[in-house]
């Protein structure tokens, strides 16, 4: 177990939405980056239809700069397939 507390440089939150009527697509993505009681550092991901529960993935990371680098690449893949911040179209 580790002697030190861990402390992350800034909170990292996200949520993103993509929308299409005609596809009758409503879907979320959320992720945040927050310590472990253990020590380490846990990127949670959530994802599904908007308004739903939907579904729960924990990565868990020693070093905050491996979890801020996986949450960039993430948010890279959901930006270039239509995802945008609640309330805002998507750039076409």
Same mark, same amino acid.
């Given at each position: 177990?580790?002697?030190?507390v861990v402390?992350?440089?800034?909170?990292?939150?996200?949520?993103?939405?993509?929308?299409d009527?005609?596809? !009758?697509?409503?879907r979320?993505?959320?992720?945040a980056?927050?310590?472990?009681?253990?020590g380490?550092?846990?990127?949670?991901?959530?994802?599904?239809?908007?308004?739903?529960?939907?579904?729960m993935?924990?990565?868990?990371?020693?070093?905050?700069?491996?979890a801020?680098?996986?949450?960039?690449?993430?948010?890279?893949?959901?930006? !270039?397939?239509?995802y945008?911040?609640?309330?805002?179209?998507?750039?076409?």
């Amino acid at each position: 177990m580790r002697d030190s507390v861990v402390m992350i440089a800034q909170p990292y939150q996200l949520y993103i939405e993509r929308t299409d009527a005609s596809k !009758n697509m409503a879907r979320f993505y959320a992720m945040a980056i927050e310590p472990t009681l253990f020590g380490d550092i846990c990127l949670t991901r959530r994802w599904g239809r908007i308004g739903a529960q939907g579904q729960m993935m924990k990565h868990s990371f020693a070093r905050e700069d491996e979890a801020v680098r996986l949450f960039l690449d993430l948010l890279r893949q959901k930006r !270039n397939r239509g995802y945008h911040p609640k309330g805002k179209k998507a750039a076409t």
